[in-house]
């Protein structure tokens, strides 16, 4: 399949280039941008003009609820809504059931993926057994099994000597550790962040201390073993301050923050609506200026969706006993290019931060444009209007703080290894 | 935007005080002073709600609240269901929403809701038909409103005002859905000084930004007060990481008639009950003079028949 894509505003962050040109793909790779090689005969062209033809969105987190949770979105749902959200590579964190810590789960998974439209699913790896925070699992194995890196996701991590093993055992292969801060005793028995608006709701707390103290030792750990750290879902204004402390000291560590969190905060909560409930909490106002802050002075690395579609029924019931986290794939594109208008940040920046630096972070192909490429597309309306309900929504997961919001920003194209994925209605 | 409220400002709902405005207040307060003498009557009942069905939601075992609630609705002759959800469906593993669902299948105007999850009367008020009202009798540590309002009544009953007044409330605010009700009553009827004493691990994080002045010094905190507002500390937290003991908790916070002296002398003490006798509050105090802690329980029973008679009046009920 050769396929011309025609004076679109072509968006490469890796190549810092932002102009009106021709793109062209055969056999799953880019082979021209901006003139076509000789003899190419497209089977079809796609009509660019308007649009923006960028790399496809790489997503740090997307939960496919494989194995284990098929009842609140199948594999097959989430990997189509995916792709309608223009992502074409994404990381799927180990917290299914039974969790990703065998070889054999993980070649499953991927064996699964691969046989159905959508992105290529990077599996990352339980980094220990049952996600128990006891014992390691098979890092090596697991990795020639695919994964692409281990973490706990928001499974508790009780034991600091276990943490400090892990790390050394993960930095003498230099495998990456994906960790989301958060200090369990810290943070136990709590719903919404600690703050003044949790104390006028009486909705239990979770410090932002949860997060630094966690995150103190991460760094520390992460310090003295060499380990290679991924920050996961930073939230509040002082973790992210360490962790552009750390790196100004020179410490190799990335981060990354979850989208609904870019714009949401401890305020949306007052309705007590269960799809505000999510993970790290909502926190202040302040924590929030400071993410839009930090993502413009590139502190932090990357926006993800962290994608977790789950059943109704688990939401419709009082805040405290609701399930937590909400469905996103769709919505990652949407929620960052209003950031960018909101913050008068250019297109090619806030590109970056969905597409080539999370490839960098994952380690995988993907996320440029360049010549040679794969042909790893998504093609997109920036001023296209939609109001996201379940019907717009292809996710089996409607559970969403941003049910019945108008967004600016639509896909219409999702080219993956040179396929055309997904093709908006017209 | 207030869900508790219809799109002219009447009331619709009652599931929490933040937000009411003072008009709605004083709307209770005065209406629950014309049920007062009810009580008195030989026969004590107005027809009010005659035919209404209410019914009392409990999620969360409770007898106090739960049987004034039951007078204040046969006083308005209403018919009262009691449910004891805490020991019936909710064991039996039946979602709230289907439990809500089947008693407004019964033909319920009213439901009367308490339970253990902050939020939990907002997500059923939510969820009801239009013409069904819900009146939170607690959730979680978020909201008690018709024990505030009762409070506000008995303040206002032996103080008359609330514009020159100074309150403490004293304890566990941390876990108290009482004391967030009394504290946005307090501040939207006008009290200029409202301050909450207690140890820092029973203060919720910013607190002040509800509008109170923060003591740690009970001494301090009291002196000068016309109210005071003892919080009950539940038997669980009164050994472990909150404090270490309850000795310890009456010696720095409990209300003795030494540390009431330091209030003004016409002071007058409150508590919203069940008391811990020797753990908050000394018996001396307790039944002193000064105690109105008897007269809040009768109130409660006015204050909840005008919560219903109003709700019933915008025609939810």
């Known amino acids: 399949m050769k396929i011309h894509i025609k004076n679109g505003r072509v968006i490469d962050p890796m190549s810092a280039r932002d102009e009106v040109a021709d793109i062209y793909v055969a056999a799953g790779k880019i082979v021209g941008n901006g003139h076509a090689?000789?003899?190419?005969?497209?089977?079809?062209?796609?009509?660019?003009?308007?649009?923006?033809?960028?790399?496809?969105?790489?997503?740090?987190?997307?939960?496919?609820?494989?194995?284990?949770?098929?009842?609140?979105?199948?594999?097959?749902s989430e990997m189509l809504a995916a792709a309608a959200g223009g992502i074409t590579s994404l990381a799927c964190p180990p917290d299914t059931d039974p969790p990703l810590d065998e070889p054999g789960l993980v070649e499953m998974l991927k064996f699964r993926a691969r046989n159905l439209p959508g992105p290529r699913v990077y599996p990352i790896g339980a980094m220990t057994q049952k996600l128990e925070g006891q014992m390691l699992t098979e890092m090596a194995e697991l990795t020639e099994a695919g994964c692409r890196a281990f973490t706990q996701a928001d499974a508790p991590m009780t034991d600091t000597q276990v943490l400090l093993r892990a790390m050394e055992y993960a930095a003498t292969f230099s495998f990456s550790l994906w960790l989301r801060p958060q200090d369990v005793s810290l943070a136990k028995g709590g719903v919404a962040h600690d703050g003044a608006v949790a104390t006028r709701l009486g909705l239990p707390g979770i410090p932002a201390l949860a997060e630094t103290v966690a995150l103190a030792t991460i760094l520390q750990l992460a310090r003295e073993t060499?380990?290679?750290?991924?920050?996961?879902?930073?939230?509040?204004?002082?973790?992210?301050?360490?962790?552009?402390?750390?790196?100004?000291?020179?410490?190799?560590?990335?981060?990354?923050?979850?989208?609904?969190?870019?714009?949401?905060?401890?305020?949306?909560?007052?309705?007590?609506?269960?799809?505000?409930?999510?993970?790290?909490?909502?926190?202040?106002?302040?924590?929030?200026?400071?993410?839009?802050?930090?993502?413009?002075?590139?502190?932090?690395?990357?926006?993800?969706?962290?994608?977790?579609?789950?059943?109704?029924?688990?939401?419709?019931?009082?805040?405290?006993?609701?399930?937590?986290?909400?469905?996103?794939?769709?919505?990652?594109?949407?929620?960052?290019?209003?950031?960018?208008?909101?913050?008068?940040?250019?297109l090619l920046q806030a590109i970056d931060l969905i597409s080539w630096k999370p490839a960098q972070i994952l380690g995988v192909p993907g996320g440029t444009l360049a010549v040679g490429s794969c042909a790893d597309i998504c093609i997109f309306d920036e001023t296209a209007e939609w109001v996201v309900t379940s019907r717009t929504l292809a996710s089996q997961g409607d559970n969403t703080p941003f049910l019945n919001h108008p967004m600016q920003g639509r896909v219409r194209y999702t080219l993956i290894d040179g396929h055309i994925d997904f093709e908006a209605p017209r | 935007m207030n869900p508790q409220l219809t799109e002219d400002g009447r009331l619709r709902h009652l599931l929490t005080l933040d937000g009411l405005p003072r008009a709605i207040l004083m709307q209770i307060l005065d209406t629950a002073e014309s049920f007062m003498d009810v009580g008195e009557r030989e026969v004590k009942k107005v027809p009010i709600?005659?035919?209404?069905?209410?019914?009392?939601?409990?999620?969360?075992?409770?007898?106090?609240?739960?049987?004034?609630?039951?007078?204040?609705?046969?006083?308005?002759?209403?018919?009262?269901?009691?449910?004891?959800?805490?020991?019936?469906?909710?064991?039996?593993?039946?979602?709230?929403?289907?439990?809500?669902?089947?008693?407004?299948?019964?033909?319920?105007?009213?439901?009367?809701?308490?339970?253990?999850?902050?939020?939990?009367?907002?997500?059923?008020?939510?969820?009801?038909?239009?013409?069904i009202s819900v009146i939170n009798a607690g959730d979680g540590r978020?909201?008690?409103?018709?024990?505030?309002?009762?409070?506000?009544?008995?303040?206002?009953?032996?103080?008359?005002?609330?514009?020159?007044?100074?309150?403490?409330?004293?304890?566990?605010?941390?876990?108290s859905r009482v004391a967030r009700s009394q504290i946005h009553a307090l501040t939207t009827l006008g009290v200029p000084e409202v301050r909450v004493i207690g140890p820092k691990t029973l203060l919720p994080t910013g607190v002040e930004q509800m509008g109170v002045r923060v003591f740690h010094d009970m001494e301090a905190g009291l002196a000068g007060c016309d109210v005071i507002i003892m919080l009950r500390l539940q038997n669980e937290r009164m050994k472990g990481a909150l404090l270490p003991s309850a000795q310890e908790y009456f010696k720095f916070f409990g209300l003795t008639p030494e540390k009431l002296a330091l209030a003004k002398p016409d002071a007058i003490v409150m508590h919203p009950g069940p008391m811990?006798?020797?753990?908050?509050?000394?018996?001396?105090?307790?039944?002193?003079?000064?105690?109105?802690?008897?007269?809040?329980?009768?109130?409660?029973?006015?204050?909840?028949?005008?919560?219903?008679?109003?709700?019933?009046?915008?025609?939810?009920?």
């Open chain 1, 37 to 76: 090689p000789a003899d190419f005969h497209a089977n079809r062209t796609l009509d660019a003009t308007g649009l923006i033809v960028c790399p496809g969105l790489v997503d740090l987190s997307v939960r496919l609820r494989e194995p284990g949770f098929e009842y609140r979105a199948t594999l097959e």
């Open chain 1, 226 to 346: 060499g380990a290679r750290v991924h920050i996961a879902r930073l939230s509040t204004r002082d973790g992210i301050a360490m962790v552009r402390a750390a790196k100004a000291q020179g410490l190799a560590v990335t981060c990354d923050v979850a989208s609904t969190h870019v714009h949401l905060s401890e305020n949306d909560l007052v309705s007590f609506d269960s799809h505000l409930h999510l993970v790290p909490p909502l926190r202040s106002l302040r924590d929030r200026d400071a993410i839009r802050e930090a993502l413009r002075d590139g502190s932090i690395d990357a926006l993800c969706s962290d994608h977790t579609p789950v059943d109704e029924d688990v939401k419709q019931v009082p805040f405290g006993e609701s399930a937590a986290g909400a469905s996103g794939v769709e919505l990652l594109l949407p929620l960052t290019l209003k950031w960018a208008r909101e913050m008068e940040v250019p």
């Open chain 2, 49 to 131: 709600l005659r035919g209404k069905s209410i019914f009392n939601l409990f999620f969360e075992p409770s007898t106090r609240t739960r049987t004034t609630f039951e007078i204040a609705a046969k006083r308005l002759s209403a018919d009262v269901v009691n449910l004891n959800i805490a020991t019936s469906s909710q064991t039996k593993g039946e979602a709230i929403l289907d439990t809500v669902d089947n008693l407004a299948a019964m033909h319920a105007d009213m439901f009367i809701v308490r339970h253990s999850q902050s939020g939990a009367a907002h997500f059923i008020a939510r969820h009801v038909a239009p013409h």
């Open chain 2, 142 to 175: 978020h909201a008690h409103p018709t024990q505030g309002l009762l409070d506000m009544f008995t303040i206002r009953r032996f103080k008359g005002e609330f514009h020159n007044l100074t309150v403490a409330i004293v304890g566990d605010v941390l876990h």
């Open chain 2, 276 to 317: 811990n006798r020797g753990v908050e509050i000394d018996s001396e105090v307790a039944d002193g003079p000064q105690s109105v802690i008897l007269p809040q329980v009768t109130y409660g029973i006015a204050v909840r028949m005008a919560v219903m008679a109003l709700l019933a009046g915008t025609g939810n009920a």
